[in-house]
T-cell receptor
Framework: DQQVKQNSPSLSVQEGRISILNCDYT??????FLWYKKYPAEGPTFLISISSIKDKNEDGRFTVFLNKSAKHLSLHIVPSQPGDSAVYFC??????????FGTGTSLTVIP | DSGVTQTPKHLITATGQRVTLRCSPR?????VYWYQQSLDQGLQFLIQYYNGEERAKGNILERFSAQQFPDLHSELNLSSLELGDSALYFC????????????FGPGTRLLVL
């Protein structure tokens, strides 16, 4: 039972444009959400997080939006750069401190 | 380099066997997490330890066990291995439990033949 879903396995974007990665969740007990980036042969790297009491968090080129009523999370990358090409995972933590990850979206930024 | 080390990098073994994966957290981190990444399931949270004590449990099979030692390194023991246990196993660490940023190691790739 996949409680965190990333329905787009891949995404291609032109350099300089916006990348939007989406994530949906089913469990209303999730109260913290994170995005990780993963390059091949490396472990995931933390990008940005958001608490369920907020609806937006920004860090440089990265912004995460949370829509609790829709149980939807998105990561915006503006402007996209070739170095952003990687697999992006969204993750959620429930009140019992259990972590759930999505299956990832592979982003390709085309120069 | 995240500062989290995992050994071995690769492991090939047979069904029914037992293996131990080792993780050394970043200096100063007290919390260790274990994850399994299978081809078709993404990252699955297995278990979390904080300062030697089990803190949270995910979808960890009964054939699997883990512990965190006084020097804060952790081991994940996988026994009675099955073909489906073939996966990439990641360890992550953080300063404190819960919502702290986790730093992931490079993973151990396990192949069960």
């Amino acid at each position: 039972d996949q409680q965190v879903k990333q329905n787009s396995p891949s995404l291609s974007v032109q350099e300089g444009r916006i990348s939007i990665l989406n994530c949906d969740y089913t469990n209303s007990m999730f109260d913290y959400f994170l995005w990780y980036k993963k390059y091949p042969a490396e472990g995931p790297t933390f990008l940005i997080s958001i608490s369920s009491i907020k609806d937006k968090n920004e860090d440089g080129r990265f912004t995460v939006f949370l829509n609790k009523s829709a149980k939807h999370l998105s990561l915006h990358i503006v402007p996209s750069q070739p170095g952003d090409s990687a697999v992006y995972f969204c993750a959620a933590i429930n009140t019992g401190n259990q972590f759930y990850f999505g299956t990832g979206t592979s982003l390709t930024v085309i120069p | 380099d995240s500062g989290v080390t995992q050994t071995p990098k690769h492991l090939i073994t047979a069904t029914g066997q037992r293996v131990t994966l080792r993780c050394s957290p970043r200096s100063g981190d007290l919390s260790v997490y274990w994850y399994q990444q299978s081809l078709d399931q993404g990252l699955q949270f297995l278990i979390q330890y904080y300062n030697g004590e089990e803190r949270a449990k995910g979808n960890i099979l009964e054939r699997f066990s883990a512990q965190q030692f006084p020097d804060l390194h952790s081991e994940l023991n996988l026994s009675s291995l099955e073909l489906g246990d073939s996966a990439l196993y990641f360890c992550a660490s953080s300063v404190a439990p819960s919502r702290e940023t986790q730093y992931f190691g490079p993973g151990t790739r396990l192949l069960v033949l």
